[in-house]
């Protein structure tokens, strides 16, 4: 089920008062919009996006039996679907841990991702993405933005795009082995190279590769000189 909205203050937080006003919603109800008026990203970051030119929307999706401790395979699984949709119409994809999507060193979608348990288990997930599909001038000061439209020069119907993402997740969740997905997003992970690049944490900036990442979605860099970090998310920068 697809609900447009003309304008909303956010597609995930749109979602979240129809389920709590008791809306009885299938699997894979999306809701988008045009206009997002406070689009929401990680850790309270906010989202751009000029109206009518991106790929605003909200996944609902309950899984079965998923434990909270491992409900970073749900974000691998989008980010695969985004992924795997932008690689369609560009190449010089990857993620960038955790789940944004990056056209080489530049960001084109982010996600944020709001679940609730249910026991130990995760038992209501909502994805809320943003894909810059569009839109070629960007007024915030995130560094480093790029559009669909900025990379090929072509115009793209975002509902086409959404749907081709919703579909994605449908097949890589119901077909693909949790060992694939994990397989297949650290092959098309950011920086997944070998190679040492630049971060910083909170003692200063340091060279690393990276070393792995954790079922629990966990980082975990290998510095210059051995040693094993590991990371939350917002613990460390990407110097990019």
């Known amino acids: 089920m697809f609900i447009h909205l003309d304008t909303t203050d956010s597609t995930n937080s749109h979602l979240r008062r129809m389920i709590d006003n008791g809306a009885e919603l299938p699997d894979y109800t999306v809701v988008y919009a045009t206009e ?27 899984p079965i039996a998923i434990p909270a401790t491992r409900q970073f395979i749900l974000s691998q699984v989008i980010a695969l679907s985004i992924a795997d949709t932008l690689s369609k119409y560009t190449e010089g994809i990857s993620i960038k841990w955790p789940n944004d999507i990056y056209w080489h060193d530049k960001k084109i979608s982010g996600t944020l991702i709001e679940c609730d348990l249910k026991g130990k288990n995760v038992c209501t997930c909502i994805i809320g993405c943003g894909v810059n599909i569009n839109q070629t001038e960007f007024l915030s000061d995130a560094p480093n933005p790029v559009s669909l439209k900025m990379i090929t020069g072509m115009t793209y119907d975002p509902l086409a795009i959404i749907k081709e993402i919703v579909d994605e997740f449908h097949n890589i969740y119901r077909n693909a082995s949790i060992g694939s997905i994990i397989a297949r997003y650290m092959q098309k992970l950011y920086r997944n190279d070998g190679l040492l690049h630049a971060y910083e944490d909170a003692n200063g900036p340091f060279l690393a590769s990276i070393h792995g990442i954790e079922p629990t979605g966990h980082l975990l860099l290998q510095t210059d000189d051995g040693d094993i970090r590991r990371y939350e998310f917002k613990e460390v920068k990407f110097i990019i």
Do not use: D, H, V
């Open 36 to 62: 997002q008026t406070s689009g929401r990203g990680q850790r309270g970051n906010s989202w751009e996006s000029e109206p009518g030119k991106n790929a605003i929307f909200s996944l609902l999706y309950s």
